[in-house]
């Protein structure tokens, strides 16, 4: 399935390029600053967006905390955060389509409006990078966020049968598959499959990448991230970070990497044990260190920029940015810590 004969898009040469000139910046925490919004469900639920979607009535499931779904409903609030970002110095922006698969929204109902979803959240991005563009010229790029789920297809949900599977890989390829041709649609340039737990979730948005690829007549560029869930230095799957990179490396990805979990200091040797053996690109994006008894995330920016330097000093990364708990302040500290160092060389 995995189609390399298909052209690559125009957008492959011109990420290349700038990779190999110098440390790329992707963006941020989307749910630090959406907190910070103080919405209501009122405002999660917005008005004109329920009937003949095929979505299940929103009084049988509270939306709030359902970020996704802000595309729809306060579209303004979400592409302004994505202007922030990109101002702050993210040459690489995701968009906030984390949980916007079928069967994430299922928990909330809303299963029918997943296309409009990822088509929407690619075109806010779209918009706000070409607000930023206008500013000072620069070229930015949309990264389709494509999340894990939140169903393991390696792992049964229940300790007393093992063999039980949540999800199996057909469910998951489909509902992936329906997620990128909509972040395609809607103008993606590449597809960042994220917060990786389970390799076999993965395997899966990878299968359903090139099934869309090949529909859309042209390879974008891929970019997968996988999350060391504790100090074992494995995904929840039980892979460590090589084994990681061997189950993955079939799909030629754009860059390789680790993002959330853990916070850039615990980070670090597995980022190194990845940059040892990854025959492409190397991303890092870690939390703003780990939450406290709150769930809040008290490293500053400057904290979790000086760690990340680290990082660019030691020849480790080609892309990096911040996950749980950064915002457009960290994203700007962590583009002038690593401004000055060069990129990584690819074996």
């Known amino acids: 399935m995995q189609n390399f004969q298909l052209p690559r898009?125009?957008?492959f040469a011109a990420l290349e390029e700038a990779a190999r000139a110098r440390i790329l910046i992707l963006d941020g925490a989307m749910g630090t600053q959406i907190q910070g919004?103080?919405?209501t469900e009122e405002d999660y639920a917005g008005s004109g967006h329920g009937a003949g979607c095929g979505c299940r009535h929103h009084s049988e499931h509270p939306q709030k905390g359902n970020n996704d779904l802000l595309i729809l409903t306060q579209p303004g609030a979400i592409e302004d955060i994505h202007l922030r970002y990109a101002m702050a110095g993210a040459d690489i922006v995701e968009t906030n389509t984390f949980s916007a698969t079928t069967i994430a929204q299922a928990d909330y109902g809303m299963e029918g409006a997943v296309h409009d979803l990822n088509v929407q959240g690619a075109r806010l991005v779209r918009q706000a990078l070409d607000r930023a563009t206008a500013v000072d010229g620069k070229p930015r790029f949309v990264a389709g966020a494509v999340g894990p789920t939140n169903r393991t297809a390696s792992i049964s949900p229940d300790v007393n049968d093992p063999?039980?599977?949540a999800v199996s890989f057909d469910d998951l390829r489909i509902a992936y598959g329906q997620q990128i041709r909509g972040l395609i649609g809607g103008g993606a340039d590449l597809i960042l499959i994220e917060t990786i737990f389970d390799t076999l979730n993965a395997k899966a948005a990878i299968f359903?990448?090139?099934e869309a690829f090949a529909e859309h007549g042209q390879r974008l560029p891929v970019m997968?991230?996988?999350?060391?869930?504790d100090a074992s230095g494995r995904t929840l799957s039980g892979q460590t970070p090589t084994a990681f990179w061997h189950s993955v490396r079939h799909a030629r990805p754009f860059t390789v990497g680790l993002n959330c979990a853990l916070g850039a200091a615990a980070m670090r040797p597995h980022l190194a044990e990845l940059s040892?053996?990854?025959e492409t690109f190397t991303c890092a994006y870690p939390n703003a260190g780990l939450p406290n008894a709150f769930g809040q995330y008290d490293e500053g920016p400057e904290d979790t920029a000086g760690q990340v330097g680290e990082f660019a000093r030691e020849g480790l990364v080609n892309v990096v940015g911040g996950c749980c708990g950064t915002t457009p302040d960290h994203i700007a500290a962590i583009a002038d810590a690593v401004g000055g160092?060069?990129?990584r060389v690819v074996k």
């Open 341 to 343: 160092f060069a990129p």
């Open 163 to 165: 063999g039980f599977r």
């Open 37 to 39: 919004l103080g919405l």
């Open 208 to 210: 359903a990448c090139f």
């Open 224 to 229: 997968i991230s996988g999350t060391i869930t």
């Open 9 to 11: 898009s125009p957008v």
């Open 276 to 278: 040892g053996v990854a």
